[in-house]
């Protein structure tokens, strides 16, 4: 099976930096996914990593170490829309699909 | 482009009761895909479609079917409603390699009483 771990809460202040990691145990590990999550709302895809390194995307990156099974997703110059939920997920090697297992979510609140 | 919608947004349900959930997507993906969510929980994948035809159970089946009716429409059928059930349920899709992500639904909330 697979098993995601990923702080529950991060609070920071706004135009600040804040990462968010995520340390997997899985089998037939193929990425790793960010999604974020408005209260009320559906998943948003972010990011994705397969390969070692960092991807940027704007304001947000997203890391991955496939050897030391973590990875993180960072935010920079944090704005109040930022405050949601974050999902960490690991994509596995299916029969053809694109197979996720989601952490629990770190609930990021930005403060003024 | 209406990407992922579901039907219904709300529903109650008595236990023992059976309903369908439908889910359609106009982005001509492979790959669809019925989670649930619980209060302070991550997305659970209850069964998914990696194509037309084909369907599989995922992490959390029991008490639910699928059906795969075309390329664009995967619905969830409750046969006979718990109150364990109650839950936020989302659809998705996506092309069949991960890089794109899923899109997910705008979610039906079901209470089951």
Redesign the interface.
């Known amino acids: 099976g697979q098993s995601l771990e990923q702080p529950s809460e991060v609070t920071a202040v706004e135009g600040a930096i804040v990462q968010i990691n995520c340390t997997y145990q899985t089998s037939g590990f193929y990425g790793l996914s960010w999604y974020q999550q408005h209260d009320g709302g559906a998943p948003t895809f972010l990011s994705y990593n397969a390969l070692d390194g960092l991807e940027e995307t704007g304001r947000f990156s997203s890391f991955l170490s496939r050897s030391d099974s973590y990875g993180y997703l960072l935010l920079q110059e944090l704005q109040m829309k930022d405050s949601a939920s974050y999902f960490c997920a690991v994509r596995v090697l299916t029969g053809g699909g694109n197979k996720l297992t989601f952490g629990t979510g770190t609930q990021l609140k930005v403060e003024l | 482009n209406a990407g992922v919608t579901q039907t219904p947004k709300f529903q109650v349900l008595k236990t023992g009761q059976s309903m369908t959930l439908q889910c359609a997507q106009d982005m001509n993906h492979n ?1 669809m ?1 019925w989670y649930r969510q619980d209060p ?6 209850i069964y ?4 037309e035809g ?1 369907t ?1 159970k ?2 959390v089946p029991n008490g639910y079917n699928v059906s795969r009716l075309n390329k664009r429409e995967f619905s969830l059928r409750l046969e006979s409603a718990a109150p364990s059930q109650t839950s936020v349920y ?1 659809c998705a899709s ?14 039906t909330r079901l209470t089951v009483t």
């Open positions: 790959s895909y302070g929980m991550g997305l659970r994948l998914y479609s990696a194509s084909t599989d995922g992490e989302f996506s092309e069949a390699g991960g890089s794109q992500g899923q899109y997910f639904g705008p979610g």
